[in-house]
């Protein structure tokens, strides 16, 4: 069974520093790495989208890399900014076709706070 | 405007009570999906479905009931609510890229915060 970890659970900075929030999977046969912004009373809103064969995506100040061997992501948030400040999540698909297919595995997410 | 819409965004009903959680897309996006989000559980998938008349179990199915009569309605029912059922409910849906083009991201509703008392 596919499980996702983020870390850390909580993160707070200072505006304008650079961070990288971590994401861990245990089953390496992924189709493809998302990674979601969930604002508070929000929805999931999509930021990048990693395919297995990719071993980055870049996005504004957003940089997501993916290393499928080791299970590993991360999300790289340049310059960072108070509106910044949301849970990220990231998710997982494993490899296309059967009843699977489509299906997200996410993990439970860090807590950014960038504060002025 | 385009986009997913869920009703009601916020819903209070007892035990036992049947409760229908609704889901609109605009896409035409053939996938969609119902999660939980909980504490402790993060997001949780329940059901979802491939095109019309074809639905699937998630992870946790048990207590709800899903139907997809058109591609673009894909409504959730509680049949007889639980106070464990208590939960933000999202629906979520994404195009089928087909064989050689299946990265489509998932786009999420604003969600249904339901209590169950």
């Known amino acids: 069974k596919q499980e996702v970890t983020q870390i850390p659970a909580a993160l707070s900075v200072p505006e304008g520093e650079n961070l990288v929030l971590n994401c861990s999977f245990t089953d390496s046969a992924i189709y493809n790495l998302q990674w979601f912004r969930q604002d508070p009373g929000k929805g999931l809103t999509s930021l990048l989208l990693?395919?297995?064969?990719?071993r980055e995506q870049t996005s504004g100040r957003l940089n997501a890399s993916l290393d499928k061997s080791s299970g590993r992501s991360t999300l790289y948030i340049a310059a960072s900014q108070p509106g910044d400040s949301a849970t990220y999540l990231c998710?997982?698909?494993?490899?296309?076709?059967?009843?699977?297919?489509?299906?997200?595995?996410f993990g439970q997410g860090t807590i950014l706070t960038v504060h002025p | 405007d385009a986009g997913i819409t869920q009703s009601p965004r916020y819903k209070i009903t007892e035990t036992g009570r049947q409760v229908t959680l609704m889901c609109h897309q605009t896409?035409?996006?053939?996938?969609m999906f119902w999660y939980r989000q909980d504490l402790g559980h993060g997001l949780r998938l329940i059901y979802y479905?491939?095109?019309?008349?074809?639905?699937d179990k998630g992870e946790v199915p048990d207590g709800y009931v899903v139907s997809r009569s058109k591609t673009e309605n894909f409504p959730l029912t509680l049949e007889s609510a639980t106070r464990s059922q208590t939960s933000v409910y999202f629906c979520?849906?994404?195009?089928?890229?087909?064989?050689?083009?299946?990265?489509?991201?998932?786009?999420f509703g604003d969600g249904t915060r339901l209590s169950i008392l």
């Open positions: 998710a997982v698909r494993l490899s296309a076709g059967g009843t699977s297919y489509g299906k997200l595995t």
């Open positions: 479905s491939a095109a019309a008349d074809i639905t």
């Open positions: 896409w035409s996006h053939s996938y």
């Open positions: 990693i395919q297995s064969s990719q």
């Open positions: 979520a849906s994404s195009e089928f890229g087909g064989a050689g083009n299946s990265n489509q991201p998932q786009h």
